[in-house]
């Protein structure tokens, strides 16, 4: 506030206290005072609002977060979601289910054993190859032939088939077939006998019959 004081000559003067004199220090006037509080309460009230939008954020952006990595493990990268559709559109491998009781089987693959057997036996016999050999036991027939490589035949009761092991063709599994009578390969339809037959034949530089066509025939 300011001081005038009045005199007699031509104006008023400033007071010697008042902060607009020359050659006295400036004293805090209200309106400073006043001022810097304000200025202070401001500060304050700034503070207040920044604190108080920092918390309501930080709880946005975590859920935000949680939301994200959640849906990340919903959704499954490319690669994932390709493999699994991929998968899915695989159809389930076709298995052959066989109509025949368990006795019938073991009959008819017993006696396609047997019958087997005994044939190889005397072919090996006549071949005069000392090298060739031949063993059954426990439903499996194995068949050496020296430098040409080793049969594998065997009975497979759990799937009702014989299984076969070429040293020429490979692996292959054979159904009994009631309409052939024979033991047939489901994707080319050749019989077990069929194949046997025609390999050994190049192998003994002969013609060979096994003699296992109409297997039920021979059932004893």
């Not at 990595?69 to 959704?75: G, I």
């Not at 035949?153 to 159904?175: A, C, E, H, M, V």
Request: hydrophobic share 30%.
């Amino acid at each position: 506030m300011r001081h005038i004081v009045i005199s007699s000559q031509t104006g008023p003067e400033l007071d010697p206290g008042c902060p607009g004199h020359v050659d006295a220090p400036p004293p805090e006037s209200v309106l400073c005072i006043y001022t810097r509080t304000m200025l202070a309460r401001n500060i304050v009230r700034r503070a207040q609002r920044t604190v108080s939008v920092s918390s309501v954020a930080k709880p946005i952006v975590s859920r935000s977060l949680s939301l994200r990595s959640h849906d990340s493990l919903r959704r499954p990268n490319s690669l994932v979601s390709r493999l699994h559709e991929r998968r899915m559109s695989t159809p389930a491998p076709q298995l052959n289910v066989s109509e025949l009781s368990t006795e019938t089987y073991h009959e008819l693959s017993d006696t396609t054993m047997n019958i087997m057997l005994e044939n190889l036996e005397e072919l090996l016999d006549n071949s005069g190859q000392s090298t060739y050999e031949i063993e059954y036991e426990s439903g499996v027939l194995t068949l050496g032939l020296g430098d040409h490589g080793t049969y594998v035949i065997n009975k497979q009761p759990p799937n009702k088939q014989i299984w076969l092991s070429s040293p020429f063709s490979g692996p292959k599994r054979y159904d009994y077939v009631p309409a052939e009578d024979d033991w047939r390969y489901s994707r080319d339809g050749s019989g077990l006998g069929e194949l046997l037959n025609e390999e050994l034949s190049r192998v003994f530089e002969k013609e060979v019959d096994l003699q296992l066509d109409h297997i039920s025939e021979k059932v004893e």
